[in-house]
């Protein structure tokens, strides 16, 4: 199956998905093979197909972790947060499982794509502490504490992750600074260079702090 995955994600789709289908044929009692199927599918915005698929494979295997998981991407994929959020919770209420940590992580996004940032945030540190390791909830965490102005905390969140030169972790981590009334030219910087494109999207939000402090500013006076 990895080798399915890996054909996917260097871009020859069609020939991986064939090759999935023909999998599901020669194996129908895998549920495995499905979510192979079903995530490349989600993946190319096919989601009319992926909704077949899911629904078909969940009446197999109810209640299959993989499925679910998919199930929530595909809502997720399509803007329905209330959707994502009732399969995402099945995973990350549950007492273990392999997905449990991912789906805290996409409950989160699914709170943040639902406008509730306090129940995005609280998911969102769940995940972080369950894996401290990883960039992507810790940055998420982040990015919802900037929003919150809590610009210290958001600091002290991806200060480990500046190392790895990762262009939003450098971005975010210059956010904070600023918000501090602290120097982050030299992050916001380095994350333009690594990534020109993505800082032009982001950069509104620099905008959006600046707007913060005078606020922040005029109030005290």
């Known amino acids: 199956m990895a080798s399915l995955t890996d054909q996917f994600n260097n871009g020859d789709h069609d020939a991986a998905i064939q090759a999935a289908v023909k999998r599901i044929d020669e194996k129908p009692t895998d549920p495995k093979r499905y979510s192979v199927l079903a995530t490349m599918l989600i993946g190319i915005h096919a989601y009319d197909e992926a909704s077949q698929l899911i629904v078909k494979a969940l009446g197999l295997f109810p209640g299959d972790d993989e499925l679910t998981y998919d199930a929530g991407l595909l809502a997720f994929s399509q803007g329905n947060s209330t959707l994502a959020i009732k399969y995402f919770a099945q995973l990350a209420n549950a007492k273990k499982g392999s997905l449990k940590q991912d789906a805290q992580y996409m409950l989160a996004l699914s709170y943040q794509q639902a406008g509730q940032v306090q129940k995005a945030l609280a998911f969102a540190l769940t995940a972080h502490e369950a894996a401290p390791e990883k960039v992507d909830a810790a940055l998420l965490s982040a990015e919802l504490l900037l929003g919150l102005g809590a610009f210290k905390e958001a ?6 992750f500046l ?12 956010m904070a600074l600023t918000g501090q009334n602290l120097d982050g030219g030299k992050y916001l910087d380095e994350a333009k260079k690594l990534d020109p494109q993505g800082y032009d999207q982001q950069a509104g939000k620099v905008r959006d702090i600046a707007g913060f402090l005078k606020a922040q ?3 005290d006076e």
């Open 155 to 160: 600091a002290k969140l991806l200060a480990p």
């Open 217 to 219: 500013g005029d109030a």
């Open 163 to 174: 190392q790895i030169n990762n262009a939003r972790v450098l971005f975010t981590y210059g």
